[in-house]
């Protein structure tokens, strides 16, 4: 088969093993993937870089002074085919940038809440922030302006950096990506702190003119963008992909950054980390030049024979030595280790970015996404390597240290002069409102103001029912052209200056 040809047959070979993967699960023992790469021959010879765990996609930073295991049998014995965090991070919004980010007037009928921000810029410019205040509608204000009145800031500094932030990527790139946000700042804090928000919190602002209700997603939209924009140093495994993934005729990525997370590194960070020890940790699960960061709160596996791709829960019925697999595509790029294959089909479950809302906070709507790939195992069944089966797989993921918290140089100053504020006191504190301003100018929240507000909150005795909440979708890159802008993309959040 020359070379377009087979890359045309592997296109629809890779939809075929992503629906197969997704029947598995759901009719196990009905349906099988004995087909997934049944076409793959002695002949069809793999040409792209090999994918062998690179020095930074290490697994081990993820369980740092925490027990481990790499023998597979180890988890199997231990029960770790399925597992899950300690507790369960919330659903929340990526407070998209074609928005404003946090200056998205979510609560307001009239604003425009559109895709375009060019409307929504309009829609802001047209209703400025004071006859929201005159007309007594100061609930339906963004999370960026209530922040602004709270703290007595009449120049709204906070609101205007949200919305220059907008203009200045739509002014660089012509559009702004439906997709471009914060959901680094949410996926950090929902991992890393138990405490979720849940019902609103109503407060004096500083001169006393003014009674603020904060709903439950504008205390999230405060708690991502502290975690976006001043969060504390974070580690990874795996690189960034930027830009188009370029394949060989196998879908296998050409280039070393776009070899994402390793199967290897990824399986043995889910087991030991989420599984083991009950912590999350977030993933990029867009292997393309979009961002999606996701905290992982569970997983469950099941293996599939890699000669056969007949799925079974039966380790033993999964394994295969390397002398049986002659056929093996990736065998130019197995570890020199490796003596066993065995097939993983893995479900991840995270919590679903979802559109804000008032009233109390929604339930936790969960998503799954399948991951299809190959461990190799050494003589004594420790996990040396592995190949991704499928073109979508996990890009990177990351996380931070224990106890690590977000917070600005001004928070610093104000623990500093042991000031302390509680949101549930009804009143905002002088002080506090006056190093907000400062750090406002900066484009940033406090962790002062933010976690006493999540505090205040969160959900403390049984109460009202938990509404629901629209699930947001993962929106495609729009570019109007047909081609694909210079987008600025999100990273891993960096240390705060």
């Not at 975690?227 to 960034?240: E, I, K, V, Y």
């Not at 039966?314 to 049986?324: C, D, P, Q």
Request: net charge negative.
């Amino acid at each position: 088969m020359h070379t377009a040809a087979l890359s045309s047959f592997f296109k629809f070979f890779n939809y075929f093993i992503r629906f197969i993967a997704a029947i598995s699960g759901a009719a196990f023992g009905v349906f099988s993937i004995a087909i997934l790469l049944f076409a793959l021959t002695a002949n069809a010879r793999p040409v792209a870089p090999g994918s062998a765990p690179l020095p930074g996609d290490d697994f081990t930073k993820f369980v740092e002074n925490l027990t481990y295991t790499t023998d597979i049998r180890s988890m199997e014995i231990q029960g770790l085919n399925k597992g899950g965090a300690s507790f369960e991070p919330w659903s929340g919004s990526y407070w998209p940038i074609h928005k404003a980010v946090l200056g998205n007037r979510y609560a307001s009928k009239t604003f425009a809440n559109s895709k375009s921000f060019i409307n929504n810029y309009q829609s802001y410019q047209a209703n400025p922030s004071g006859s929201f205040i005159s007309a007594g509608r100061i609930s339906e204000l963004s999370p960026a302006e209530k922040y602004d009145l709270l703290i007595g800031d009449t120049n709204w500094t906070l609101t205007r950096h949200m919305w220059e932030k907008a203009l200045l990527d739509y002014q660089e790139d012509g559009i702004i990506a439906g997709w471009t946000g914060i959901c680094h700042g949410w996926a950090a804090v929902t991992h890393m702190n138990p405490t979720s928000p849940h019902s609103p919190v109503t407060l004096q602002d500083v001169t006393g003119a003014h009674s603020i209700t904060f709903h439950a997603n504008d205390i999230k939209g405060l708690q991502s963008w502290l975690w976006a924009s001043s969060s504390p140093g974070s580690f990874r495994a795996g690189d960034r992909c930027r830009g188009n993934v370029e394949r060989d005729p196998y879908l296998r990525p050409t280039g070393a950054p776009c070899l994402d997370s390793n199967p290897m590194s990824w399986h043995l960070t889910i087991v030991n980390r989420v599984g083991l020890n009950k912590k999350s940790l977030v993933m990029d699960s867009s292997n393309g030049p979009e961002v999606w960061n996701y905290p992982i709160n569970g997983y469950d596996y099941h293996y599939f024979d890699p000669k056969t791709f007949i799925p079974t829960y039966n380790f033993k019925n999964a394994l295969r030595s390397i002398s049986e697999l002659p056929s093996d595509v990736n065998r130019d790029f197995r570890s020199p280790k490796a003596k066993y294959i065995v097939g993983i089909v893995m479900d991840t479950f995270h919590p679903a970015l979802t559109n804000p809302s008032t009233g109390v906070t929604s339930k936790i709507t969960t998503k799954k996404m399948t991951f299809v790939y190959d461990l190799e195992l050494d003589e004594a069944f420790n996990v040396v390597g592995g190949e991704w089966y499928a073109k979508d797989n996990p890009d990177f993921i990351w996380s931070y240290t224990d106890n690590s918290q977000a917070s600005t140089r001004e928070d610093a100053k104000l623990r500093s002069r042991e000031v302390n504020w509680d949101a549930r006191s009804g009143v905002m504190n002088p002080e506090v409102a006056d190093m907000a301003r400062e750090a406002s100018k900066r484009g940033k929240v406090l962790a002062t103001i933010s976690n006493a507000l999540l505090a205040a909150s969160a959900k403390t005795v049984e109460s009202e029912p938990p509404l629901t909440d629209e699930v947001a979708p993962e929106e495609e890159i729009e570019t109007g052209d047909g081609t694909e802008p210079n987008i600025p993309i999100e990273e891993v959040p960096e240390p705060a200056p």
